[in-house]
Protein backbone atom coordinates (compact mmCIF):
# COMPACT_ATOMS: atom_id res chain seq x y z
CA UNK A 1 0.00 0.00 0.00
CA UNK A 2 1.26 3.51 -1.12
CA UNK A 3 0.36 7.31 -1.48
CA UNK A 4 -2.06 7.03 1.25
CA UNK A 5 -3.16 10.83 3.74
CA UNK A 6 -3.13 12.72 0.67
CA UNK A 7 -6.59 13.63 1.90
CA UNK A 8 -6.44 13.11 5.49
CA UNK A 9 -2.38 13.56 6.25
CA UNK A 10 -2.70 12.40 9.46
CA UNK A 11 -4.10 8.66 8.59
CA UNK A 12 -2.39 5.77 9.46
CA UNK A 13 -1.61 2.82 6.64
CA UNK A 14 -2.78 -0.18 9.26
CA UNK A 15 -4.72 0.44 11.95
CA UNK A 16 -5.70 -2.61 14.60
CA UNK A 17 -7.69 -1.50 17.57
CA UNK A 18 -8.67 -3.88 20.66
CA UNK A 19 -7.87 -6.76 18.66
CA UNK A 20 -6.32 -9.91 19.62
CA UNK A 21 -4.10 -12.56 17.90
CA UNK A 22 -3.75 -11.19 14.98
CA UNK A 23 -1.15 -11.13 12.15
CA UNK A 24 -0.14 -8.19 9.98
CA UNK A 25 2.89 -9.85 7.88
CA UNK A 26 4.70 -8.81 4.56
CA UNK A 27 3.01 -5.64 3.67
CA UNK A 28 4.87 -2.84 1.83
CA UNK A 29 3.69 0.19 3.47
CA UNK A 30 5.47 3.66 1.68
CA UNK A 31 4.84 6.91 0.89
CA UNK A 32 2.34 8.00 3.91
CA UNK A 33 2.41 11.24 6.32
CA UNK A 34 2.57 9.38 9.65
CA UNK A 35 2.30 6.23 11.18
CA UNK A 36 2.92 2.18 8.96
CA UNK A 37 1.37 -0.05 11.63
CA UNK A 38 -0.79 0.91 14.70
CA UNK A 39 -1.65 -1.87 17.49
CA UNK A 40 -3.59 -1.37 20.33
CA UNK A 41 -5.15 1.70 21.82
CA UNK A 42 -5.55 1.75 25.36
CA UNK A 43 -3.49 4.21 27.75
CA UNK A 44 -1.53 4.10 30.22
CA UNK A 45 -1.45 0.42 32.20
CA UNK A 46 -5.24 -0.26 31.84
CA UNK A 47 -6.29 -3.74 30.92
CA UNK A 48 -6.13 -4.36 26.92
CA UNK A 49 -7.76 -6.46 24.64
CA UNK A 50 -4.77 -6.15 22.39
CA UNK A 51 -2.85 -9.19 22.72
CA UNK A 52 -0.62 -11.95 21.11
CA UNK A 53 -0.73 -10.02 17.67
CA UNK A 54 2.11 -10.48 15.64
CA UNK A 55 3.68 -7.96 13.04
CA UNK A 56 6.06 -9.83 10.82
CA UNK A 57 8.29 -9.51 7.91
CA UNK A 58 6.80 -5.98 7.05
CA UNK A 59 8.71 -3.11 4.60
CA UNK A 60 7.89 -0.08 5.57
CA UNK A 61 9.51 3.00 4.28
CA UNK A 62 9.09 6.50 3.56
CA UNK A 63 6.83 7.49 6.37
CA UNK A 64 6.57 11.67 7.77
CA UNK A 65 8.54 13.11 5.01
CA UNK A 66 8.23 15.94 6.74
CA UNK A 67 5.34 16.64 7.52
CA UNK A 68 3.78 15.63 10.59
CA UNK A 69 5.00 14.14 14.68
CA UNK A 70 4.92 11.75 16.67
CA UNK A 71 4.82 8.99 14.64
CA UNK A 72 6.80 5.66 14.19
CA UNK A 73 6.93 3.22 11.65
CA UNK A 74 5.26 0.25 13.89
CA UNK A 75 3.67 1.67 16.67
CA UNK A 76 2.33 0.45 19.76
CA UNK A 77 -0.02 1.54 22.83
CA UNK A 78 -0.93 -0.34 25.71
CA UNK A 79 -0.41 -3.44 27.55
CA UNK A 80 0.22 -5.84 25.06
CA UNK A 81 1.66 -10.11 26.43
CA UNK A 82 2.24 -12.46 23.54
CA UNK A 83 2.84 -9.57 20.80
CA UNK A 84 5.76 -9.77 18.46
CA UNK A 85 7.24 -7.73 16.48
CA UNK A 86 9.57 -9.38 14.01
CA UNK A 87 11.94 -9.44 11.01
CA UNK A 88 10.50 -5.76 9.84
CA UNK A 89 12.80 -3.46 7.55
CA UNK A 90 11.73 0.16 8.56
CA UNK A 91 13.62 3.20 7.14
CA UNK A 92 13.21 6.59 6.18
CA UNK A 93 10.62 7.74 8.47
CA UNK A 94 10.87 11.52 8.66
CA UNK A 95 9.19 13.93 11.59
CA UNK A 96 8.58 17.46 11.36
CA UNK A 97 10.52 18.48 14.84
CA UNK A 98 9.85 15.65 16.91
CA UNK A 99 8.90 11.94 16.76
CA UNK A 100 10.23 10.91 13.80
CA UNK A 101 10.70 6.90 15.09
CA UNK A 102 11.33 3.39 13.70
CA UNK A 103 9.95 1.62 16.71
CA UNK A 104 7.66 3.10 18.81
CA UNK A 105 6.22 2.00 22.04
CA UNK A 106 3.83 4.55 23.31
CA UNK A 107 2.07 4.82 26.71
CA UNK A 108 1.90 1.54 29.10
CA UNK A 109 3.80 -0.70 26.31
CA UNK A 110 4.57 -3.29 28.54
CA UNK A 111 5.25 -6.98 28.07
CA UNK A 112 6.22 -7.23 24.31
CA UNK A 113 9.06 -8.99 22.20
CA UNK A 114 11.15 -6.90 19.73
CA UNK A 115 13.26 -8.87 17.79
CA UNK A 116 15.22 -9.25 14.22
CA UNK A 117 14.08 -5.83 13.04
CA UNK A 118 16.55 -4.13 10.77
CA UNK A 119 15.63 -0.21 11.50
CA UNK A 120 17.88 2.70 10.13
CA UNK A 121 17.68 6.28 8.76
CA UNK A 122 15.02 7.77 10.61
CA UNK A 123 15.12 11.62 11.66
CA UNK A 124 14.97 10.88 15.73
CA UNK A 125 15.47 7.39 17.07
CA UNK A 126 15.13 3.96 15.98
CA UNK A 127 13.47 2.34 19.03
CA UNK A 128 11.17 4.53 20.94
CA UNK A 129 9.97 3.89 24.58
CA UNK A 130 7.57 6.53 26.31
CA UNK A 131 6.50 4.30 29.14
CA UNK A 132 5.71 0.72 29.95
CA UNK A 133 7.39 -2.54 31.51
CA UNK A 134 9.10 -5.39 31.18
CA UNK A 135 9.67 -6.00 27.04
CA UNK A 136 12.37 -7.87 25.18
CA UNK A 137 14.57 -5.90 22.69
CA UNK A 138 17.14 -8.42 21.27
CA UNK A 139 18.67 -9.13 17.89
CA UNK A 140 17.88 -5.95 15.98
CA UNK A 141 19.93 -3.70 13.93
CA UNK A 142 19.25 -0.11 14.85
CA UNK A 143 21.43 2.51 12.77
CA UNK A 144 21.57 6.28 12.07
CA UNK A 145 18.82 7.64 14.15
CA UNK A 146 19.27 11.31 13.51
CA UNK A 147 19.29 11.76 17.55
CA UNK A 148 20.69 8.71 18.61
CA UNK A 149 19.07 4.82 18.03
CA UNK A 150 17.69 3.96 21.77
CA UNK A 151 15.55 7.04 23.86
CA UNK A 152 12.84 6.51 26.85
CA UNK A 153 10.18 9.38 27.28
CA UNK A 154 9.29 8.97 30.73
CA UNK A 155 11.98 6.68 32.68
CA UNK A 156 9.96 5.03 35.84
CA UNK A 157 11.51 3.12 38.85
CA UNK A 158 10.92 -0.29 36.93
CA UNK A 159 12.38 -1.99 34.02
CA UNK A 160 11.43 -0.28 31.17
CA UNK A 161 13.08 -3.30 28.60
CA UNK A 162 15.21 -5.65 28.42
CA UNK A 163 17.79 -4.58 25.70
CA UNK A 164 20.36 -7.89 24.79
CA UNK A 165 22.45 -8.42 21.77
CA UNK A 166 21.47 -6.09 19.63
CA UNK A 167 24.03 -4.03 17.12
CA UNK A 168 23.59 -0.27 17.42
CA UNK A 169 25.18 2.01 14.37
CA UNK A 170 25.63 5.54 14.53
CA UNK A 171 27.30 8.65 12.80
CA UNK A 172 27.88 11.49 15.84
CA UNK A 173 24.52 9.46 17.20
CA UNK A 174 25.15 7.48 20.28
CA UNK A 175 23.22 4.32 20.71
CA UNK A 176 21.27 5.52 24.11
CA UNK A 177 20.05 9.32 24.43
CA UNK A 178 18.55 11.42 27.06
CA UNK A 179 17.70 15.12 27.35
CA UNK A 180 18.81 16.68 30.67
CA UNK A 181 15.93 16.54 33.28
CA UNK A 182 13.43 14.30 34.19
CA UNK A 183 14.30 12.42 30.83
CA UNK A 184 18.29 12.30 31.83
CA UNK A 185 19.89 8.87 31.22
CA UNK A 186 20.53 8.57 34.42
CA UNK A 187 17.04 8.04 34.89
CA UNK A 188 16.53 5.08 33.22
CA UNK A 189 15.51 1.69 34.73
CA UNK A 190 16.97 -1.16 31.78
CA UNK A 191 18.93 -4.07 31.51
CA UNK A 192 21.20 -3.27 28.66
CA UNK A 193 24.13 -5.73 28.21
CA UNK A 194 25.74 -7.93 24.85
CA UNK A 195 25.36 -5.26 22.79
CA UNK A 196 27.70 -4.19 19.92
CA UNK A 197 28.01 -0.33 19.54
CA UNK A 198 30.00 1.31 16.65
CA UNK A 199 29.64 5.01 15.30
CA UNK A 200 31.56 6.24 12.29
CA UNK A 201 31.90 9.84 12.98
CA UNK A 202 32.22 9.54 17.00
CA UNK A 203 31.99 12.66 19.77
CA UNK A 204 33.92 11.99 22.24
CA UNK A 205 32.97 10.17 24.78
CA UNK A 206 29.50 9.46 23.70
CA UNK A 207 29.32 6.77 21.56
CA UNK A 208 27.98 4.40 23.67
CA UNK A 209 25.55 7.25 26.02
CA UNK A 210 24.40 10.96 25.41
CA UNK A 211 22.38 13.71 26.76
CA UNK A 212 20.96 15.88 24.11
CA UNK A 213 18.93 18.56 23.47
CA UNK A 214 17.40 20.26 20.49
CA UNK A 215 17.52 23.89 19.12
CA UNK A 216 16.26 25.95 16.07
CA UNK A 217 18.62 26.00 13.14
CA UNK A 218 19.19 28.40 10.85
CA UNK A 219 15.99 27.61 9.24
CA UNK A 220 14.36 27.94 12.33
CA UNK A 221 13.86 24.08 12.26
CA UNK A 222 14.75 21.89 15.78
CA UNK A 223 18.01 20.43 15.34
CA UNK A 224 19.22 18.25 17.81
CA UNK A 225 22.95 18.40 19.26
CA UNK A 226 25.03 16.55 22.20
CA UNK A 227 25.44 18.02 25.22
CA UNK A 228 26.71 15.71 27.77
CA UNK A 229 28.34 12.61 26.82
CA UNK A 230 28.13 9.76 29.10
CA UNK A 231 29.90 6.70 28.54
CA UNK A 232 31.53 6.19 31.41
CA UNK A 233 28.42 7.27 33.52
CA UNK A 234 26.86 4.80 31.53
CA UNK A 235 29.28 2.46 32.47
CA UNK A 236 29.29 3.22 35.87
CA UNK A 237 25.42 2.99 36.54
CA UNK A 238 25.61 -0.86 35.41
CA UNK A 239 24.82 -0.97 32.12
CA UNK A 240 26.51 -2.40 28.92
CA UNK A 241 29.38 -4.49 30.87
CA UNK A 242 29.84 -7.05 28.63
CA UNK A 243 29.24 -5.39 25.38
CA UNK A 244 32.07 -3.96 23.11
CA UNK A 245 32.50 -1.14 21.15
CA UNK A 246 34.09 -2.34 17.67
CA UNK A 247 33.73 -2.34 14.11
CA UNK A 248 30.79 -5.03 13.09
CA UNK A 249 32.77 -5.82 10.26
CA UNK A 250 29.91 -5.18 6.90
CA UNK A 251 31.00 -7.69 3.94
CA UNK A 252 29.98 -6.54 0.24
CA UNK A 253 26.53 -6.32 -0.45
CA UNK A 254 25.08 -8.51 -3.41
CA UNK A 255 25.29 -4.86 -5.56
CA UNK A 256 28.56 -4.54 -4.81
CA UNK A 257 28.08 -1.21 -2.34
CA UNK A 258 28.88 -1.64 1.20
CA UNK A 259 26.43 -3.12 3.46
CA UNK A 260 26.04 -0.30 4.95
CA UNK A 261 24.74 2.11 2.01
CA UNK A 262 21.67 2.34 -0.07
CA UNK A 263 20.62 0.32 -2.94
CA UNK A 264 18.11 1.96 -5.01
CA UNK A 265 16.12 0.37 -7.20
CA UNK A 266 16.56 -3.04 -6.45
CA UNK A 267 13.76 -5.22 -6.46
CA UNK A 268 12.33 -7.14 -3.34
CA UNK A 269 10.31 -9.97 -3.99
CA UNK A 270 7.27 -8.71 -5.04
CA UNK A 271 9.15 -7.63 -8.37
CA UNK A 272 8.60 -3.84 -7.22
CA UNK A 273 11.61 -1.53 -6.97
CA UNK A 274 12.61 -0.32 -3.89
CA UNK A 275 15.73 0.97 -1.56
CA UNK A 276 17.49 -1.92 0.26
CA UNK A 277 20.30 -1.71 2.78
CA UNK A 278 22.29 -4.83 3.55
CA UNK A 279 23.65 -5.15 6.83
CA UNK A 280 25.62 -8.48 6.64
CA UNK A 281 28.58 -9.10 8.44
CA UNK A 282 31.81 -11.27 7.77
CA UNK A 283 32.55 -14.26 9.82
CA UNK A 284 35.25 -12.70 12.07
CA UNK A 285 32.71 -9.86 12.91
CA UNK A 286 32.87 -9.53 16.86
CA UNK A 287 28.68 -9.63 16.59
CA UNK A 288 29.73 -13.53 16.48
CA UNK A 289 31.06 -13.42 19.95
CA UNK A 290 28.35 -11.76 21.73
CA UNK A 291 25.79 -13.80 20.61
CA UNK A 292 24.19 -11.50 18.22
CA UNK A 293 22.52 -12.94 15.80
CA UNK A 294 21.69 -10.21 12.51
CA UNK A 295 18.60 -10.36 10.89
CA UNK A 296 18.43 -10.85 7.29
CA UNK A 297 15.67 -9.07 6.32
CA UNK A 298 15.55 -9.20 2.53
CA UNK A 299 12.59 -11.44 2.66
CA UNK A 300 10.76 -8.58 4.59
CA UNK A 301 7.36 -7.25 2.29
CA UNK A 302 5.36 -9.04 -0.27
CA UNK A 303 6.59 -12.40 -1.71
CA UNK A 304 6.16 -14.42 -4.19
CA UNK A 305 2.49 -16.20 -4.89
CA UNK A 306 3.74 -19.38 -4.23
CA UNK A 307 5.59 -18.91 -0.51
CA UNK A 308 2.39 -16.92 0.61
CA UNK A 309 2.05 -19.49 3.71
CA UNK A 310 0.42 -18.07 6.69
CA UNK A 311 2.81 -16.91 9.52
CA UNK A 312 1.34 -19.65 11.78
CA UNK A 313 0.59 -22.02 8.99
CA UNK A 314 2.22 -25.77 9.51
CA UNK A 315 4.99 -26.52 6.60
CA UNK A 316 3.99 -29.45 6.14
CA UNK A 317 4.98 -31.95 2.79
CA UNK A 318 2.74 -34.20 1.18
CA UNK A 319 2.84 -37.63 2.54
CA UNK A 320 4.81 -39.92 0.02
CA UNK A 321 4.18 -42.81 1.52
CA UNK A 322 0.57 -42.66 1.86
CA UNK A 323 -2.10 -45.52 1.59
CA UNK A 324 -4.01 -45.90 -1.60
CA UNK A 325 -7.53 -45.32 -1.74
CA UNK A 326 -10.07 -47.52 -2.60
Given at each position: ?E?????????????????????I???????????G??????W???????????????????????L???????????????????????????????????????????????????????????????????????????A??????????????????????????G???P?????????D?????????????W????????????????????????????????????????????????????????????????????????????????????????????????????????????????????????????????
Open positions: MRGGRVYPSCVAVLFQHGAHNVAHNRIRDFFYTISVGWMDYEDSPSQGNLVVGNHIHDLGQGLNDMGGVYLLGIAPGTVVRGNHIHDVECANYGGWGIYLDEGSSHVVIEDNVVHHVSSQCYHHHYGRESIIRHNVFYGGNGQVSITRPEQLVSFTMERNLLLSSSGFTGTPGPRLREYTIVSDLNLFDEAPVAGAVLAANGEKAAGPDGRLEWSIVEPMDDAWRELGHDRHSVVADPRFVDSPSGELSGESAEGRADASGEPGTRREFAVADDSPVHDLGIRVPDVSGAGPRPVADRLHPLAARTRRDQFARAQG
